[in-house]
Nanobody, 118 residues
């Protein structure tokens, strides 16, 4: 059973960097069949894909967020992380870590609320 769990601060001040970690169990993040994404949902809006890290560590980002986003991983702990810099209140959202397979986004974390406010 694959499980993903997000962790990190629920409140971030404007202009600071948002940092979240996703701990994965039940599957290795180095399995070449899968990739691992971050997706967010601002209040009252739809889902927004932010970026992905592949089994080999290669990353791709949404063009609209690329300048502020970094995804990294720790294979020894089977986790991957998100950093979003220079946050504003518009970055307030529920953030999800998600497993990608050929079938799409097949396993999701429960999501973590991050609020950007002074």
């Amino acid at each position: 059973q694959v499980q993903l769990q997000e962790s990190g601060p629920g409140l971030v001040k404007p202009s600071q960097t948002l940092s979240l970690t996703c701990t994965v169990s039940g599957e290795s993040i180095t399995n070449s069949d899968y990739a691992w994404s971050w997706i967010r949902q601002p209040p009252g809006k739809g889902l927004e894909w932010m970026g992905v890290i592949h089994y080999d560590g290669i990353t791709y980002y949404s063009p609209s967020l690329k300048s502020r986003t970094s995804i990294s991983r720790d294979t020894s702990k089977n986790m991957f992380s998100l950093q979003l810099s220079s946050v504003t209140p518009e970055d307030t959202a529920v953030y999800y870590c998600v497993k990608n397979s050929l079938g799409g986004f097949d396993y999701w974390g429960q999501g973590t609320q991050v609020t950007v406010s002074s």
